[in-house]
Antibody, heavy 121, light 117 residues
Framework: EVQLVESGGGLVQPGGSLRLSCAGT????????MNWVRQVPGKGLEWVAN????????YYVDSVKGRFTISRDNAKNSLYLQMNSLRAEDTAVYYC??????????????WGKGTTVTVSS | DIVLTQSPDSLSVSLGERATITCKSS????????????LAWYRQKPGQPPQLLIS???????LRESGVPDRFSGSGSGTDFTLTISSLQAEDVAVYYC?????????FGGGTRVEIK
């Protein structure tokens, strides 16, 4: 069964850091672009970042540039999101999502259940 | 950035009736070299992650892949797109999102909440 499982969420103070992880199983992880998408409870979806199959290309939404870093370890079938200088507005459920793109990112066909990040003092 | 505007914000439909959601893009999502529209639709049921329904504006995700019923269909081209549920079922109570992948940053529409009348 194709599956993505996120971990690493929690409560952190403003200005703090957190590292999210996403483990992929049931598919060849290294063949896919991977994404992080977040959702404030009760609100819409916001794409955060993505990374190419070999990690050579990474893209971010403007609001997290310079603060968040996406990375992957294909040997461990894992995706990561290092979040620094966290703000209250980063509070959300963070989803890991597999992308069906090849040379470029496309749409997301497999999603994890999400991990909750709360930024509050 | 490409802005996607969905309408309506919410929709109340009787069981068995048709539901129609529109998504308007701030620029064309039609890539001329391959004549494909770079737009997807998702359904997010309460308490669940989003589920891919439609890619390339009109290509339904195969039953083999994720069990998307054939009552869902997508249409449109360029800047105007539509998701239609031909006969609303109880399990279709959800929020529906469009997403463009024509350009980075990838962007989503604001969502349309579908309820049972």
């Amino acid at each position: 069964e194709v599956q993505l499982v996120e971990s690493g969420g929690g409560l952190v103070q403003p200005g703090g850091s957190l590292r999210l992880s996403c483990a992929g199983t049931g598919f060849t992880f290294s063949l896919y672009w991977m994404n992080w998408v977040r959702q404030v409870p009760g609100k819409g979806l916001e794409w955060v970042a993505n990374i190419k199959q070999d990690g050579s290309e990474k893209y971010y939404v403007d609001s997290v540039k310079g603060r968040f870093t996406i990375s992957r370890d294909n040997a461990k079938n894992s995706l990561y999101l290092q979040m620094n200088s966290l703000r209250a507005e980063d509070t959300a459920v963070y989803y890991c999502a597999r992308d069906r793109g090849g040379a470029d990112p496309y749409y997301m066909d497999v999603w994890g259940k999400g991990t909750t990040v709360t930024v509050s003092s | 950035d490409i802005v996607l505007t969905q309408s309506p914000d919410s929709l109340s439909v009787s069981l068995g009736e048709r539901a129609t959601i529109t998504c308007k893009s701030s620029q064309s999502l039609l890539y001329s070299s391959n004549n494909k529209n770079y737009l997807a639709w998702y359904r997010q049921k309460p308490g669940q992650p989003p589920q891919l329904l439609i890619s390339w504006a009109s290509m339904r995700t195969s039953l083999r892949e994720s069990g998307v019923p054939d009552r869902f269909s997508g249409s449109g081209s360029g800047t105007d797109f539509t998701l239609t549920i031909s006969s609303l079922q109880a399990e279709d109570v959800a929020v529906y999102y469009c997403q463009q992948y024509y350009d980075t940053p990838l962007t989503f529409g604001g969502g349309t909440r579908v309820e049972i009348k």
